[in-house]
């Protein structure tokens, strides 16, 4: 475990991850700072409390946004592979009308060939 001395909002923060995930706390911490640097220029006269709401509220309003869109694409994904396994079930039942339509013609192929000349 790494122990890391972040700083958000100017503020320190220490916490313990695992090694490898030490880059990608950082930036997390970097980007949270920024966020709340950006909530404060445009909520001018907002406390520290409020702004910590509106951060709050807007990474929920993130995290939501990002939910829809994976149900969306989990909902296409779901979609796509009905409409494939439907679309092979379709190349099946052609597959195996043209096998009884070749067979039929072998049969009278062989039938042809059985009949005595004139």
Do not use: C, F
Not at 62 to 91: C, F, G, P, T
Request: hydrophobic share 40%; proline share 3%.
């Amino acid at each position: 475990m790494a122990e890391l001395e972040l700083w958000i909002d100017n503020r320190p923060l220490s916490v313990s991850v695992p090694a490898e995930d030490e880059q990608r706390v950082r930036a997390l911490a970097d980007e949270l700072t920024a966020l709340i640097s950006s909530l404060r220029t445009s909520s001018t006269g907002a406390t520290e409390v409020q702004l910590l709401h509106l951060t709050a509220l807007t990474l929920a309003d993130e995290k939501h946004a990002l939910e829809q869109k994976l149900q969306k694409a989990e909902a296409v994904q779901v979609d796509y592979e009905i409409k494939s396994v439907s679309r092979e079930q379709e190349q099946a039942q052609r597959m195996a009308e043209l096998v009884g339509q070749i067979s039929q013609l072998v049969a009278h192929i062989e039938g042809l060939e059985r009949e005595p000349s004139a």
